[in-house]
C-alpha cells in the first residue's frame, strides 16, 4: 500500500513559481510511477507530468512541457513537479498518483491518489 500527501499548492501571481510536493509513505514507493494531475472546477482531471520509478524518463502534457519539471528522490519517498512561468489556466486541484508499472497519461491506471493541493493563478 501507499499513502501520498500533496503540498506546495497556493495563490501566486502570473509568471510566477511554485514546487509542489507528493510524499509518499510505504517502502516500495520507489518502485512506482508517478503521475501528476489536475482539475479544474468544471472539467475533467488532466494529465500534467510523469516520472517512472528510475526517474530516468519523463513524459509531459503539452500545456507542461517547457514549463514544469518533475523529478523524484526516492531517499526521500518525494516526487516534486516544479512549475515555472505559472499562467492562469494552470489554476486547479493537483493530485500525484502512483502505480506499480511503467508511468501513464491516463488516470485511471494509477491505482493510489492523494488528496490533492489547491493551485490558484492571479491574472
Known amino acids: 500500500q501507499v499513502q501520498l500527501v500533496e503540498s506546495g499548492g497556493g495563490l501566486v501571481q502570473a509568471g510566477g513559481s511554485l514546487r509542489l510536493s507528493c510524499a509518499a509513505s510505504?517502502?516500495?514507493?520507489?518502485?512506482?510511477?508517478v503521475g501528476w494531475f489536475r482539475q479544474a472546477p468544471g472539467r475533467e482531471r488532466e494529465f500534467v507530468a510523469a516520472?517512472?520509478?528510475?526517474?530516468?524518463?519523463?513524459r509531459y502534457a503539452d500545456s507542461a512541457k517547457g514549463r514544469f519539471t518533475i523529478s523524484r528522490d526516492n531517499a526521500k519517498n518525494t516526487v516534486y513537479l516544479q512549475m515555472n512561468s505559472l499562467k492562469p489556466e494552470d489554476t486547479g486541484v493537483y493530485y500525484c498518483?502512483?502505480?506499480?508499472?511503467?508511468?501513464?497519461?491516463?488516470?485511471?491506471?494509477?491505482?493510489?491518489w492523494g488528496q490533492g493541493t489547491q493551485v490558484t493563478v492571479s491574472s
Open positions: 510505504g517502502y516500495t514507493f520507489r518502485s512506482y510511477a
Open positions: 516520472i517512472a520509478w528510475s526517474g530516468t524518463s519523463t
Open positions: 498518483a502512483a502505480r506499480t508499472t511503467g508511468l501513464a497519461t491516463l488516470a485511471s491506471v494509477y491505482n493510489y
